[in-house]
């Protein structure tokens, strides 16, 4: 069984965010599927997907304390600023981390555990 689906995820301030419930909750099909892999793509340019760990918040608040040294909006040499100092920064960490992800599907759930 193949099926495609557009989802939209609320909107959410510049960081790094859980998404995974929200993405579960719009698929009730997933429970049909034994065995599966999900391609999921951002279609944004400012925006990425990165698979990590969710058990501490901190992680997340080190991605975004790294990523924000790495590419520091407010960089003199940046041109493109079309919606802000922060424009160019957004599409060079979506290309860093990527637009899509894929994910195994077993047993109707995302195989994300570790064992």
Sequence with gaps: ???????????????????????????????????????????????????????????????????NRLVAQDTPYFTHIYEGSDDMPAHLKSSLLGSSLNIPITQGALNLEMI
């Design 1 to 67: 069984m193949w099926f495609q689906k557009e989802i939209v995820l609320s909107p959410r301030a510049r960081g790094f965010h859980l998404i995974t419930q929200e993405i579960i909750q719009q698929l009730p099909e997933m429970s049909q599927l034994k065995v599966g892999m999900m391609n999921i793509l951002i279609k944004h340019t400012s925006a990425s997907l990165t698979i990590n760990e969710n058990a501490d918040s901190s992680v997340r608040d080190d991605f975004e304390s790294f990523f």
